[in-house]
């Protein structure tokens, strides 16, 4: 997937920044595992040995994740995290991070919020829904990672 970023310069390829943990085709969503035959879910997939019933050969089922869920709880991080990760911006601008309930699946997933989101737009028990955005970026390439955009502002 490209696409043309600038006028005369040749379009840059979108890429998942970890393969695996999300679609990059279609609706967002993330990627997940499922013990066949039961509702014990997992994300990413491999994290699986939580569950008794996950151990020895049984091979998790692929599924995709719900892709709206509720604020469970939210941060600033006002800080650079340490590596791998990646800051868009230098300086380093305070990000968002948003622990999502996912009701289907009983889980919280945690990740960044979309760009201009901070601690004020949210809320305990908000609706927000999963988007892929651009973590990072070189000179040929997008690195793309889910991010949680409050569902008020989703379409815009």
């Not at 499922?34 to 599924?63: I, N, Q």
Request: hydrophobic content about 35%; glycine content about 8%; overall charge negative.
């Amino acid at each position: 997937m490209s696409r043309d970023n600038s006028p005369g310069k040749p379009p840059k390829t979108r890429v998942p920044a970890v393969e695996g943990l999300h679609t990059m085709e279609g609706e967002p969503h993330l990627i997940g595992g499922k013990v066949p035959g039961r509702e014990a879910y997992f994300f990413p997939k491999h994290l699986a040995g939580g569950d008794p019933a996950a151990s020895g050969a049984v091979e998790l089922e692929e599924v995709l994740l719900s892709r709206v869920g509720r604020v469970w709880s939210y941060t600033s991080s006002n800080y650079t995290p340490p590596p791998p990760f990646v800051a868009a911006t230098d300086p380093y601008e305070p990000i968002t991070i948003a622990a999502v309930e996912l009701e289907k699946e009983k889980m919280v997933i945690l990740g960044q919020c979309v760009a201009g989101v901070t601690p004020d737009d949210l809320s305990i028990g908000a609706d927000v829904e999963l988007v892929i955005d651009t973590l990072c970026e070189d000179d040929e390439h997008e690195y793309m990672v889910w991010k949680w955009k409050p569902l008020e502002t989703a379409q815009s």
